[in-house]
């Protein structure tokens, strides 16, 4: 007598009615033994992965010199810039224009702002050069300009760009935020 698992496992073809069944349980049964294969597989696999993980972490770990990482502060490309520091380009500034056959006069104080310590060196080291060209502008504008809000808030971009010209062809970079008019009166 067979018993109940060779009975399962193996087929019976005593009746060719039952062939069919038994074929496919011998087919279930032998569809049963890749799903074991697999498995086994899947749990080679999962394992092999899990060792590769942990060694390849590891691996990065001892690379990296087994110590945590540190942030790094980039360093700044340029000058490190710091609280706004303020230059005042002395004695004022004085010019004088004609307006309708009488000679006109301007005074102008004028400072310098920036965040760069060494620009506002580089300013005071080339104050001759600043100093002329500021005095060009003031000299070739009328006295309109100097009657509107608008007109000196122009003005002061121009001497704004005068300064950073002067500071690009001596220093090669702008170095200054603005040119502030710190006193204004003309007569």
């Not at 039952?18 to 697999?38: I, L, R, Y």
């Not at 999962?46 to 990482?69: D, H, R, S």
């Not at 706004?84 to 224009?97: D, K």
């Not at 007109?151 to 760009?161: F, S």
Request: glycine residues 10%; without cysteine.
């Amino acid at each position: 007598m067979q018993s109940v698992a060779q009975a399962l496992l193996l087929p019976s073809y005593s009746n060719s009615d039952d062939s069919d069944s038994t074929a496919n349980e011998a087919g279930m049964a032998q569809d049963g033994d890749k799903p074991a294969k697999k498995g086994k597989k899947g749990l080679m696999i999962g394992a092999l992965a899990g060792v590769l993980l942990i060694g390849g972490g590891a691996g990065a770990f001892l690379f990296m010199g087994g110590q945590p990482a540190e942030l790094e502060v980039a360093e700044p490309a340029g000058p490190v810039l710091g609280p706004v520091q303020y230059l005042e380009l002395t004695p004022s500034f004085i010019v004088n224009f004609p307006h309708q056959g009488r000679q006109r006069f301007l005074q102008a104080s004028i400072s310098v702002m920036s965040r760069d310590p060494e620009a506002l060196d580089a300013v005071s080291q080339h104050m001759p050069v600043v100093r002329h060209n500021l005095i060009n502008l003031l000299n070739a504008q009328m006295l309109l300009v100097f009657e509107d809000p608008t007109g000196i808030e122009l003005l002061r971009q121009l001497a704004t760009q005068e300064v950073k010209q002067v500071l690009m062809r001596e220093i090669g970079r702008e170095g200054i935020e603005e040119v502030l008019f710190t006193n204004f009166v003309m007569q």
